[in-house]
């Protein structure tokens, strides 16, 4: 009975997850104040984020800021409020998205004046809230968060509140996954700050797992990759391949967490723009060292001529899409002596996160969870697949062995510990799984 209870529950827990898998993104940035999407565009966007919520006022020189930090209910496309734009881009099966955030509300590069994210720290509450509130009420799929400010203290500047920017940004994605533990959340930070040692870098460590993927722009800053494709550093302060290898280890070294992100035609001051051939060509080329990734964004939509771009990076995308879902095995249940049924409730259960992956990751805090009739006993030794990893439903052992040596490690998977199958243990539990703990027989 208990053996049959936990196979169909994490039988039903790897159907649900399966449809939450997502990879060869095409993300379309839609400016508000811009024309809305044509037919054509629409047939080659996978997801749409509005730009943006913000809590300013547009006034040149420099946005009138609320000092509240009051996010007004945001437009969607030409000016308008009109949820039927919202319903039919849902009808087509696009997900979408609202980004809260933008260049306006302030940037940390050189002669921007607009400031007004300083007055939302410490209205982290609020800002949880509201945002919640308008994923709700506009009947969206998520939330993206475009904080392109100040994140260290750089006093020459005039800005000393690095550690509030940090905690209000950590606290915000936490706060948001919490009570949106069903919708999409992500972040689209310049490629400059998402680079090891980099503030925003660490904290990514503590909130990445809340996290269903990260966006980087991959325009105006440390790379250039128009100039070098994705794996060479001429232009480029450094390569992408370099910076998309850095943020891996924060992602649980899954591909399609990373969202790469182009410039279409508003950022030649930088030498940043793409073209639909450039943007092939990266594709093409993360491919050939990532074949399941998480796809491309691109600002913006108004660029995106006849769908014309989006369409031509497409073509690169198209090779690989839908590898997630690409092999995937349904465990066969146990031979049964007499019919059962399964218990509606099970009784003294232990709480076990249900990741994407179907897998318990014991560092990682739970976010989606079911339960086993079986409380968990830690020196218990657990079977491993062939890939020697340790998922519940898998009915062999593997015993260590020199692939079992710091392996290739994949989103919510862990390795063989002893020398017959995976004894966790709760220094392991309490380490990240990045941080070198995983020879076989040793701690």
């Given at each position: 009975?208990k053996?049959?209870s936990r196979?169909?529950?994490?039988?039903?827990?790897?159907s649900?997850?399966?449809?939450?898998?997502?990879?060869?993104?095409?993300m379309?940035y839609?400016g508000n104040?811009?024309?809305?999407p044509?037919e054509a565009?629409?047939?080659q966007?996978t997801?749409?984020?509005?730009?943006?919520?913000?809590?300013?006022?547009?006034?040149?020189?420099k946005?009138?800021c609320s000092?509240?930090?009051?996010?007004?209910?945001?437009l969607i496309?030409?000016?308008?409020a009109d949820?039927?734009?919202i319903s039919?881009?849902?009808?087509?099966?696009?997900?979408v998205?609202?980004s809260f955030?933008?260049?306006?509300?302030?940037?940390s590069?050189?002669?921007?004046v607009?400031?007004?994210?300083?007055?939302c720290f410490?209205?982290?509450?609020y800002?949880?809230?509201?945002l919640?509130?308008l994923?709700?009420?506009m009947?969206?799929?998520?939330?993206?968060?475009d904080?392109e400010?100040?994140l260290e203290?750089?006093?020459e500047r005039?800005f000393t509140?690095?550690a509030a920017a940090?905690?209000?940004?950590?606290t915000v994605?936490?706060?948001l996954r919490?009570q949106?533990?069903?919708?999409?959340?992500?972040?689209?930070p310049?490629?400059?700050?998402?680079v090891?040692?980099?503030a925003?870098?660490?904290?990514?460590?503590?909130?990445?797992?809340?996290m269903?993927?990260?966006m980087?722009q991959y325009y105006?800053g440390?790379t250039?990759?128009?100039m070098d494709?994705?794996?060479?550093?001429v232009?480029?302060?450094m390569?992408?391949l370099?910076?998309y290898n850095?943020?891996?280890?924060?992602?649980e070294?899954d591909?399609?967490?990373i969202?790469?992100?182009?410039c279409?035609?508003?950022c030649?001051?930088t030498?940043?723009?793409?073209d639909?051939?450039?943007?092939s060509t990266?594709?093409?080329?993360l491919e050939s060292?990532?074949?399941?990734?998480?796809?491309?964004?691109f600002?913006?939509n108004l660029d995106?001529?006849?769908?014309?771009w989006?369409r031509g990076?497409?073509?690169?995308?198209s090779?690989?899409?839908g590898?997630?879902?690409?092999?995937g095995?349904?465990p066969?249940p146990?031979?049964?002596?007499v019919?059962v049924?399964v218990p509606v409730?099970?009784p003294?259960?232990?709480?076990?996160?249900?990741y994407?992956?179907d897998?318990?990751p014991?560092?990682?805090p739970?976010?989606r969870s079911?339960h086993f009739?079986e409380p968990f006993?830690?020196d218990r030794?657990?079977p491993?697949d062939s890939?020697h990893f340790?998922?519940?439903?898998?009915?062999?052992?593997c015993s260590c062995?020199?692939?079992c040596i710091k392996?290739?490690?994949?989103?919510?998977?862990?390795?063989c510990?002893d020398s017959?199958?995976?004894?966790p243990?709760?220094k392991f539990?309490?380490?990240?799984?990045?941080?070198?703990y995983n020879d076989c027989?040793?701690?």
């Open positions: 009975m053996s049959l196979w169909i529950l994490a039988l039903l827990c790897a649900a997850a399966a449809l939450l898998k997502e990879d060869a993104r095409m379309a839609v104040w811009q024309t809305c044509s565009q629409l047939e966007y997801h749409i984020a509005i730009g943006f919520a913000v809590t300013y006022t547009y006034a040149e020189p946005n009138l000092e509240t930090c009051v996010i007004e209910a945001p496309c030409e000016n308008q949820p039927t734009i039919d881009w849902k009808s087509r099966g696009i997900k998205l609202l955030g933008g260049a306006g509300m302030g940037g590069w050189e002669g921007d607009n400031d007004c994210w300083k007055y410490g209205r982290e509450d800002v949880i809230g509201r919640v509130e994923v709700n009420t009947n969206l799929d998520g939330i993206d968060l904080y400010y100040f203290d750089e006093p005039g509140e690095g940090i905690n209000f940004l950590e994605t936490v706060g919490q949106m533990p069903d919708k999409l959340l992500t972040h689209a310049m490629d400059v700050d998402a090891a040692g980099t925003y870098y660490e904290m990514l460590r503590r909130v990445a797992y809340t269903d993927f990260i980087p105006n440390v250039r990759p128009n494709g994705f794996m060479n550093q232009q480029g302060e390569s992408p370099d910076h850095g943020l891996l280890p924060l992602f070294y591909p399609t967490r969202v790469f992100g182009f279409i035609n508003d030649g001051g030498g940043s723009n793409s639909a051939t450039q943007a990266v594709i093409t080329e060292q990532f074949p399941c990734h998480g796809g491309a964004f600002w913006v995106d001529t006849n769908g014309d989006s990076v497409n073509q690169a995308l090779f690989n899409r590898c997630t879902n690409i092999g095995v349904i066969t146990p031979p049964l002596a019919p049924s409730a099970l003294a259960p232990t709480h076990f996160a249900c994407s992956s897998f318990y014991y560092t990682i739970p976010i079911f009739s006993v830690p030794s657990f491993c890939s340790y998922p519940y439903a898998s009915p062999s052992l062995s020199e692939s392996p290739s490690i994949t989103r919510g998977q862990f390795p510990w017959n199958s995976y004894i243990s709760d539990r309490s380490t990240r799984i990045d941080s070198g027989g040793t701690h």
